[in-house]
């Protein structure tokens, strides 16, 4: 009824209220081509060439980008064994998804802040978070940076600028938002890089923190990692839009998708979306096209909700693989100094585990007080004074509660 | 001393702070052209430009979340909030991120910002409009909270809010913005923690705070009438929380009365009655009763609404009652 009074009134004035020409809407064209218009963009091929006019990553960086995917994919592989074994409570990774985690913070500057989400220990790992380190906040042991407070891979990591990573899906996303307006304000050249999944576009911190950011053309680097399933449910489950890029319209920003597991082509998008943010062109949603090889967490059996034959064809596209048939063809890799840049990373796990599992196994009671505020309020110093005095009277009780 | 609204107390903590720390910006829904839904960043705008007074698209999720990536990246936001009704939707942003980042990150990062708007009843707005979460906030641990009554105590504790190292979530109130009292120019810092005597007196004490602190005085002058000396102690800030203040005075008068705006289950007063009953049992001599809000969503009409708040007779009867007197 309301399209005829309105064709009507079209038919009539030939244009509507506020003056533009008008189409009946019955012969209105789609909006637009989502495929067509935010095509995959791919660098590397699948026979592993590349068109090098195209990639602007450093040829010194492959082989160290090539290691830490490799290292990833091994620390994720081995941390779920610890999992299972029952030295570690619980384990999330990022298998299949390393290019798009890594390429992406490659192509930031080491002043940017990066706001993950919690599969990208990769990226902590690139600035500089020692793998020892790392371990330690799974084990929740002396040496954890988070001491003991946080939950197993929600690491921050301040001298690499790798902000703390928040539980509720999609928080940090408007957060990264006011950490580019923090930068604007303060004339800083920093650009914060932004991770989530592609089930996190569904949460409204996701519309709130694009809208502002695109309205103020906030500089800051959205990067969507488009896994295909938030736990269970399937990516056409979280949007009827065709992609994830072409969100990015309504918020008046540059949408860009590409294949997420191509590090060239994920460096190679983030590199130049930076470089607009930090030119004042305003932020740039980036969906990464990957897939979650495996579960969502060790607390995750995928097999009852994914049939094996959805998997299968993405074993082919690994992105650890398509990186090493790149470095082949540019003659960068041979098949021995692959094996041994995968006995050495097997190796460095290792010496880390070993590192880190040394520490003492809890870390001081008393930490339990501590960051709560800046300076304790006497609710705190009233309890730990409490906890000191039941120590002192019976040493049971510091056995119970978790020392010695 | 100067005599000075409640509005304007708080935007002159606003307007010297902003213009003695370059880190300090606002933001939030209509703050800057409007001057904010209540005007209380009057003139902010003009002094301080776009870049430091910032409208915000209606999304209070968003924007208080951008205050803590700002507060992460190294600024001092004060986030206005239209009234705390509608920061519901930001809770997790208050309670999932703000008040847990030093903790989470084991003190790698922290939140200085400030959470500000009014909340509790105005006249006549009904349930969505008329709700007190002081205690809902202050059952947090990682965040403070201020419930400030007079322009001087607007004014000083929101200056130490905005230099506190913590988040705070500043409760103001609608009423209360139109309310004059002596503010002293400049520097005026209020430390949080401390309770104020509003009225002294030896034969009872009332807890209330915020609007409560007048219902409390104006039932101490019916008492008086009746002869009994009543102290009215304001603790300004409910975290932290001046125990101590209170403790000393029901050491003299031995009785005590808790009032608050909110709904009374699970309330702050309860807290308090805990915390004295616990470290003053002896100093007791009747037990602690509370006045609260009725434990309803609030009504429109106006004698309902008159029936759900806490009134000065109803708290001169609980003073009574604690003394053991009959009218
Ligand atoms: C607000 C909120 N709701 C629900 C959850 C539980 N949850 C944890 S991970 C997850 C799926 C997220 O999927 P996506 O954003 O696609 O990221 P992915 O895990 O695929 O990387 C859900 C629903 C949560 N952490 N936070």
Redesign the interface.
Known sequence: MRREIHESFVRRNGHDVHGEELTPFSQRPAAHRPEKEFPLERVLADDGSADLARSHLPQERLLPLYRLMVLNRALDERMIQLQRQGRIGFYIGSIGEEATVLGAAEGMAPQD?I?PCYREHGAAILRGLPLAKFLCDLLGNAG????G??MPC?E???PGRF??I???IA?Q??????????????KDD?V?LVYFGEGATSA??F???L??AG??KVPVVFVCRNNGWAISVPRERQTAAVTFAEKALAYGMKGERVDGNDLLAVYEATRLARARAAAGEGPTLIECVTYRMEGHSTSDDPRVYRPAELVDPWRKKDPILRLKGHLVWRGLLSESEDAAIRDAVAAEIQAALREAEALPSKPPLESLF?????QP????REQLEELRSAVAADPRVARLRGEG | MPIVSYREALNQAMREEMARDERVFLLGEEVGQYNGAYKVSQGLLKEFGPWRVVDTPIAELGFCGLGVGAAMGGLRPIVEVMTWNFALLAYDQIVNNAAKLRSMSGGQLHCPVVFRGPQGAAHQLASQHSQVFESTYAFVPGLKVCVPATPRDAKGLLKTAIRDEDPVVFMESEVLYGTKGEVEDGELLIPFGQAEVARDGGDVTIVAWQKMRFVALKAAELLEREGVQACVIDPRTLRPFDLEAVLASVARTHRCVVVEEGWPWMGSGAQIADSIQRHGFDDLDAPILRVTGRDVPMPYAKPLEHEVLPTPERVVEACRRVLYRSP
């Not at chain 1, 501590?370 to 800046?374: H, T």
């Not at chain 1, 309020?377 to 705190?380: N, P, V």
């Open positions: 802040w706001f954890d940076l988070m001491e407070h946080q929600h921050a990591f301040r902000a703390s928040s539980s509720p928080t996303i408007p957060q990264a938002v006011g950490a580019g307006w923090a930068a604007r304000i303060k920093m914060p409204n911190d519309h709130t923190g809208n502002f309205v103020r501590d960051g709560v505020y800046a309020l006497w609710q705190q």
